[in-house]
Antibody
Framework: EVQLVESGGGLVQPGGSLRLSCAAS????????MSWVRQAPGKGLEWVAN????????SYVDSVKGRFTVSRDNAQNSLYLQLDSLRVEDTAVYYC??????????????????WGQGTLVTVSS | EIVMTQSPGTLSVSPGERATLSCRAS??????LAWYQQKPGQAPRLLIY???TRATGIPARFSGSGSGTEFTLTISSLQSEDFAVYYC?????????FGQGTKLEIK
C-alpha cells in the first residue's frame, strides 16, 4: 500500500522558517516525481512545488519562488519542503502528493494521487 | 491562469438520490480534468481523471463527463460515506488550478 506521511508543521512567526518532511513507502520512491500541495484554512487547494525523481529539476508556483525549496533523499524515501521568509498567507495544511500525468523529462501540470494526511503550518505573530 | 468555478457551493441531497455537481473552466481544457473527494480532517482522494476515467478502487456510482469548459460529476445513488466536499482540478495549463469546492450535505 502506498503511504505518504508528512511531519514538521507548527506555529512560526512571520519571516521565520520551517522544514516539512514526507516519508514515503509502498512504492519505488526514486522512480517518481513528487509534489507539495497546500490548502489554506477553509479555502481551496493550491499546487506548490514539484521535484524530479533524481532531484535534478524543480518547479514552484510563483507565490513561493525564492522562498520555498523542495528536495528529496531517495536513500531515505523522503521528500522535504524548506519554507523560508514565511508570510501570514502561507498558513495552510501542506500535503505531500504523488503527481500523475508526468513524463520522465517533465511534470508540467499534473493531477495528484495519492496524498498524505497533511501537516499544518501556521504563520502568526 | 485558468479559473475553475464549481456550482453549487452547497448541495443538499437525500441518501439514495442522484447528485450532480458542475465545474466550469474559464477557457478550454480539453478533457484534462480531475475530481477529488475530501472528508473533514482528511486528505483529498482522487475520484476521476481525464474527465471521465474512474481512479482505482472508485465505485461505479461515481461518473464524470464533459469536455472543453463544462464538466459534471454525477453520483448515481448517494451513500452515507459520499457526503463530503468535492473539488475539480484542471491540469491542462500551468500551474494547474482547483475549483473552490462543492459541499455535498445530507438533506
Amino acid at each position: 500500500e502506498v503511504q505518504l506521511v508528512e511531519s514538521g508543521g507548527g506555529l512560526v512567526q512571520p519571516g521565520g522558517s520551517l522544514r516539512l518532511s514526507c516519508a514515503a513507502s509502498g512504492f519505488t520512491f526514486s522512480s517518481y516525481w513528487m509534489s507539495w500541495v497546500r490548502q489554506a484554512p477553509g479555502k481551496g487547494l493550491e499546487w506548490v512545488a514539484n521535484i524530479k525523481p533524481d532531484g535534478g529539476q524543480t518547479s514552484y508556483v510563483d507565490s513561493v519562488k525564492g522562498r520555498f525549496t523542495v528536495s528529496r533523499d531517495n536513500a531515505q524515501n523522503s521528500l522535504y519542503l524548506q519554507l523560508d521568509s514565511l508570510r501570514v498567507e502561507d498558513t495552510a495544511v501542506y500535503y505531500c502528493a504523488r503527481p500523475q500525468y508526468c513524463s520522465s523529462a517533465d511534470c508540467y501540470v499534473p493531477y495528484f494521487d495519492p496524498w498524505g494526511q497533511g501537516t499544518l503550518v501556521t504563520v502568526s505573530s | 491562469e485558468i479559473v475553475m468555478t464549481q456550482s453549487p457551493g452547497t448541495l443538499s441531497v437525500s441518501p439514495g438520490e442522484r447528485a450532480t455537481l458542475s465545474c466550469r473552466a474559464s477557457q478550454s481544457i480539453s478533457t484534462n480534468l480531475a475530481w477529488y473527494q475530501q472528508k473533514p480532517g482528511q486528505a483529498p482522494r482522487l475520484l476521476i481523471y481525464g474527465a471521465s476515467t474512474r481512479a482505482t478502487g472508485i465505485p461505479a456510482r461515481f461518473s464524470g463527463s464533459g469536455s472543453g469548459t463544462e464538466f459534471t460529476l454525477t453520483i448515481s445513488s448517494l451513500q452515507s460515506e459520499d457526503f463530503a466536499v468535492y473539488y475539480c482540478q484542471q491540469y491542462n495549463n500551468w500551474p494547474g488550478s482547483f475549483g473552490q469546492g462543492t459541499k455535498l450535505e445530507i438533506k
